[in-house]
Structure formats: structure tokens, C-alpha cells
């Protein structure tokens, strides 16, 4: 005699797999909170002098508006950031985000003034002192990059979750917003600049989330930020301002809690 095997689902168990693939971040509002890794864009410095630098018997005058500029990488550095937002049934989400990041100085390269290269030049060019053959060079001063950079920002974000019908839920996104620049150059524990600027921003995100409860996901991103002009920063070893940019990749991971039905 052959037995036919019925097998059947409790309910708790058929709840479970139907609730599993389709779970998703409750209309309405949220609140998340994210950290991660800041991979800053070295930034091409340029001013020029706002007055004029006498000569010395040793040097000759820098006439204001003498062309100033070099390149600055950094090391990787940190984000961190909360947001509010609310999220729409059709699958777009509008938030509030306020972000922090920080980075060290790596280095400085290739100072050139008036388009001349004076790397290899006695540093007593810029501090106007007395040229000495026991002076370091310019390049060797400024190639000790101690110094930070860092960022504050406020921005009003949109995105759009992908519906994929399973607790993953890829989204991109963008956003606008001002951000607070402030730089630290202090180059062989020299003060060249330290000040601060602040600056239209904008960026651009892509990232996946995990809906692991009605009102709990996780997610990671990638956000591209950059600002729409430099960050005017007054020099104090010469009389000069100096545009430093801030264009940065941020890989971050974070989580979101929501208060929808």
C-alpha cells in the first residue's frame, strides 16, 4: 500500500514567507544614521597675491596679482551623518541630511608663483628672510603636509527606491546643499592658511538597503560630493588667497528606522 505524504504550513509559517520577500520600510517618516571612509580628490590650489611683497636684497618684489598655486593630496579620511526624511509609497524618498567628514593632509607639490616652479627655490623666498645655502628648499618644506581639511554640510536629498519585489532594495539619488570648508595647511608646522569658507554643494548617491522589519533597514552607499566653487582661504604666511577644492568619494554604511504604519 503506498502512503501519500501530506505536508502542510502553520500559519505562522506561511506569514513568514509571504512577509520575508516583500518586506519594506513603512511609509512615512525615518530616521537613519551612517558613517564610513572619506577618499578625498587631491585639489589644485590656486589664488594669487592680494598685495604687494617687497623686495629683499636677496629677492625680487611680487607684484599683487601674481598667479599662487600647487597640489595638496590627502589621506583617506572619515564621514559621518544623520538623516530625516519621509518615504512615499511610489517609492521616492525626500530627507534631510546633515554631514561631517575630515581628512589629513598627505602632501604638498610643485608651488608655483607667477607659473614659475620654486620647488627647488631657498624657502626664505616666501618668508622674505636671509637666503642661506643652509635653508631648506621650498619643495622640502611643503612636501611635510601636516595640516586637515574638513567639511560640514547641510543638504535636502531625493531618492528613488528600485522595487525588486525582496527585502533588497537598490536606490540612487542626489542632493543640494551648503557645506562649511575648513582648511588647516600647516606644512613642516609652518602656518601657511587656516580658515574657514563656506560654499554651495551638491552630490550624487547610489547605494543598496535590506529591509530586515516593516520600520528597520540597513544600507550601504557611495556618494560623490563636491561643492560648486572653491573654498576661499586667506594665506597667513604671504598676502595671498588661495582656492582650495573639496571633492570627495564616500563609502559609508548605516541604518534607518521608520515610524509608518
Same mark, same amino acid.
Given at each position: ?26 511609509? =512615512?517618516?525615518?530616521? #537613519?544614521?551612517? =558613517?564610513?571612509? %572619506? ?7 590656486? #589664488?594669487?597675491?592680494? $598685495? ?12 599683487? #596679482?601674481?598667479?599662487? #598655486? ?16 519621509? $518615504?512615499?509609497?511610489? !517609492?521616492? &524618498?525626500?530627507?534631510?541630511?546633515? $554631514? ?19 620647488? *627647488? ?7 622674505? +628672510? ?19 581639511? @574638513?567639511?560640514? !554640510?547641510?543638504?535636502?536629498? %531625493? ?13 540612487? /539619488?542626489? *542632493? ?13 608646522? %609652518?602656518?601657511? *592658511? ?25 544600507? =550601504?552607499?557611495?556618494?560623490? &560630493? ?14 595671498? @588667497?588661495? /582656492? %582650495? ?8 554604511? !548605516?541604518? &534607518?528606522?521608520?515610524?509608518? +504604519?
Amino acid at each position: 500500500m503506498k502512503y501519500k505524504h501530506k505536508y502542510s504550513l502553520t500559519p505562522i509559517a506561511i506569514a513568514a514567507l509571504v512577509a520575508f520577500p516583500t518586506a519594506a520600510l513603512a511609509d =512615512g517618516p525615518y530616521v #537613519g544614521v551612517s =558613517g564610513g571612509v %572619506v577618499l578625498p580628490e587631491d585639489s589644485s590650489n590656486a #589664488g594669487e597675491f592680494d $598685495a604687494d611683497v617687497p623686495a629683499t636684497p636677496d629677492f625680487g618684489a611680487i607684484p599683487a #596679482g601674481t598667479e599662487v #598655486g600647487w597640489e595638496t593630496q590627502f589621506d583617506t579620511g572619515f564621514a559621518i551623518s544623520g538623516q530625516a526624511g519621509y $518615504a512615499f509609497e511610489n !517609492g521616492f &524618498r525626500l530627507e534631510a541630511e546633515v $554631514a561631517y567628514s575630515e581628512y589629513d593632509v598627505d602632501t604638498h607639490t610643485g608651488l608655483t608663483v607667477g607659473g614659475a616652479n620654486i620647488d *627647488g627655490a631657498d624657502v626664505a623666498i616666501l618668508t622674505r +628672510g636671509a637666503a642661506d645655502p643652509a635653508n631648506p628648499t621650498v619643495g622640502a618644506v611643503i612636501a611635510d603636509g601636516q595640516g586637515k581639511v @574638513t567639511n560640514f !554640510g547641510l543638504f535636502g536629498n %531625493v531618492f528613488y527606491d528600485i522595487n525588486t519585489g525582496s527585502a533588497f532594495k537598490p536606490y540612487v /539619488g542626489g *542632493g543640494i546643499g551648503y557645506q562649511w570648508v575648513d582648511v588647516d595647511y600647516m606644512p613642516s608646522g %609652518v602656518a601657511v *592658511g587656516a580658515d574657514e569658507d563656506g560654499t554651495f554643494a551638491y552630490q550624487l548617491m547610489a547605494g543598496a538597503s535590506f529591509e530586515v522589519s516593516d520600520n528597520f533597514e540597513i544600507f =550601504g552607499q557611495y556618494t560623490w &560630493r563636491d561643492s560648486t566653487e572653491e573654498a576661499e582661504i586667506p594665506l597667513t604666511l604671504v598676502p595671498a @588667497t588661495l /582656492g %582650495v577644492e573639496s571633492s570627495q568619494s564616500i563609502i559609508s554604511a !548605516g541604518v &534607518r528606522v521608520g515610524f509608518g +504604519g
